[in-house]
C-alpha cells in the first residue's frame, strides 16, 4: 500500500506541476530520493513518464537531470457514471484530462442500457487510435455493488437488480472493468485528485449527502470495503431508536435527518402553508442565499444532524481528513460553523493534528472523477504496469 501511495503522490505533483525535476519532487512531497528514483525508473520503463524535451532515449553518457512530465497518451481510461437519472461516459488520458465525454438517460433495462454504453467505448477506443493502450472501465454506482462478483446488486433509486456489471461490459468491449459505489468512487477521487493538502493523507472519510446518505471510507491510503463489500453505509446507523421507521428495517436512522430527502421534508414542514413550494436541493440553497428563514433553519438543522453523526464517525475512524459531498455544500458557509462546532463539542479525543472538514473539491460529479479514478487505482496498485 506504501508504494501505491507514493506513486499517487508522485504523480499528483508530476500532473499539479510538471515539467519538473527529481529534485524539486523530493522538495514538495518530503519523499526520499531513493524512492523517488525507483518509482521513476519504473514509470520511465513502462512510459507513464517521459523525460521533457526528448521524450525518448537519453543521450549516451548518463541520464541528465532532465524535467519528467506525464505521458498523456500511454493511457486511456473509461470512466461511467450511472445515476438514477442520467448516466455520464467519460474518456480520460493518463494527465488526467478528459477527452471525450456524453451523457444519455439511464434506461431502466439494464442489460440493453450497458451494451448501449459497451458500444460507444468501442466507438472511442476506434476515433482515438492514438493512445497506446487503454487501461480499462471504471463503473460507479448508485447502490450495493459485489466487487468479488462483479454484480450491482440493489438500489433504492434505479431499478436494477443482480446486474453482472462487469460480465456485460467485458464482454461488450473487451477492456478489464471495476465497479464501485458512488460513494466510495468520490473517497477515492477525494484521496487521488482532492486539494493538493491530501497528498499525504491516507485515512479519510467521504460522506455523500444526497437523496440518502452513504460513506467512503479510505483507510491506510486504500478503499475499505469491508467483508461483504458493504463498508461505508453509515446512513444507516440509528441515531434516535424511537425515531420514525426507516426502509431499512430500524428506526431512527441517521439518513432520516440528514439526507437530501430529509432536509426537503424539514423546509415543506418549516415553511407551513407560507413560503415556495420546492422539490430539489439545488432551489432550496438558492432559497437559502435569498436570505429564506424557513429554508435556512431547515438546512442548519440538517448540519447539526451531520455534525452528530460524523463526530461518531471521527471517534470511530480517526479520519485526517472528512470530506463531505453533495449540493448541501453549496451552503457551506451556513452548515459549516455548525459541523464544526458539534464535532468540537463531542470529540472523544483532543485532535493533535486537528481535523479538517472540507466540501467536496469536485464541483461538479465527484462520482465520476471517481470511476476513472477506479481504473488508475487499479492499473497502479500492481507493481509492473503495461
Ligand atoms: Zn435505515
Not at 493538502?197 to 491516507?202: G, I, L, M
Not at 460513506?215 to 470495503?225: E, S
Amino acid at each position: 500500500m506504501l508504494r501505491l501511495v507514493n506513486r499517487r503522490i508522485l504523480l499528483n505533483i508530476l500532473s499539479d506541476r510538471q515539467p519538473i525535476s527529481r529534485a524539486e519532487i523530493a522538495k514538495i512531497s518530503g519523499l526520499n530520493k531513493a524512492t523517488i528514483s525507483t518509482i521513476t525508473s519504473e514509470l520511465l520503463k513502462d512510459f507513464c513518464i517521459v523525460e521533457d524535451g526528448s521524450g525518448r532515449t537519453t543521450p549516451i553518457g548518463g541520464k541528465p537531470p532532465t524535467p519528467l512530465r506525464l505521458n498523456a497518451k500511454r493511457f486511456g481510461l473509461f470512466g461511467v457514471d450511472i445515476r438514477a437519472d442520467e448516466s455520464i461516459l467519460a474518456l480520460g488520458d493518463f494527465n488526467n484530462r478528459i477527452v471525450a465525454r456524453m451523457s444519455f438517460e439511464t434506461g431502466s433495462n439494464a442489460s440493453s442500457f450497458l451494451n448501449k454504453i459497451g458500444k460507444e467505448i468501442r466507438k472511442l477506443r476506434g476515433k482515438h487510435h492514438s493512445f497506446i493502450e487503454f487501461a480499462g472501465i471504471g463503473v460507479s454506482l448508485p447502490g450495493l455493488v459485489d466487487n468479488h462478483t462483479g454484480k450491482f446488486l440493489l438500489s433504492v433509486v434505479l431499478p436494477w437488480r443482480d446486474v453482472p456489471v462487469v460480465q456485460l461490459l467485458e464482454k461488450a468491449t473487451g477492456l478489464p472493468v471495476t465497479i464501485d459505489n458512488s460513494a466510495r468512487c468520490s473517497a477515492l477521487a477525494e484521496i487521488w485528485h482532492g486539494k493538493a493538502q491530501y497528498a499525504h493523507v491516507r485515512n479519510l472519510l467521504y460522506v455523500s449527502v444526497s437523496t440518502g446518505l452513504a460513506c467512503g471510507v479510505v483507510i491506510d491510503g486504500g478503499l475499505y470495503r469491508g467483508g461483504n463489500n458493504t463498508a461505508g453505509q453509515f446512513g444507516h446507523i440509528p441515531i434516535n431508536v424511537n425515531g420514525p421507521d426507516c426502509r431499512c428495517g430500524q428506526r431512527g436512522c441517521w439518513d432520516l435527518y440528514a439526507s437530501d430527502k430529509a432536509t426537503l421534508k424539514r423546509y415543506s414542514e418549516m415553511r407551513g402553508t407560507g413560503g415556495k413550494r420546492i422539490s430539489t436541493m439545488r432551489k432550496l440553497v438558492e432559497l437559502v442565499d435569498s436570505g429564506d428563514t424557513a429554508a435556512t433553519d431547515a438546512i442548519r438543522e440538517t448540519a447539526r444532524y451531520l455534525g452528530i453523526g460524523i463526530t461518531g464517525l471521527i471517534n470511530g475512524l480517526d479520519p485526517e481528513v472528512v470530506v463531505i459531498g453533495g449540493e448541501i455544500t453549496k451552503a457551506w458557509g451556513v452548515i459549516e460553523p455548525i459541523i464544526v462546532e458539534e464535532t468540537k463539542r463531542n470529540l472523544l479525543a483532543p485532535r493533535s493534528h486537528g481535523i479538517a472538514i472540507r466540501p467536496s473539491a469536485f464541483e461538479v460529479r465527484p462520482s465520476l472523477k471517481g470511476a476513472l479514478t477506479l481504473v488508475q487505482n487499479s492499473l497502479l496498485s500492481v507493481p509492473h504496469m503495461g
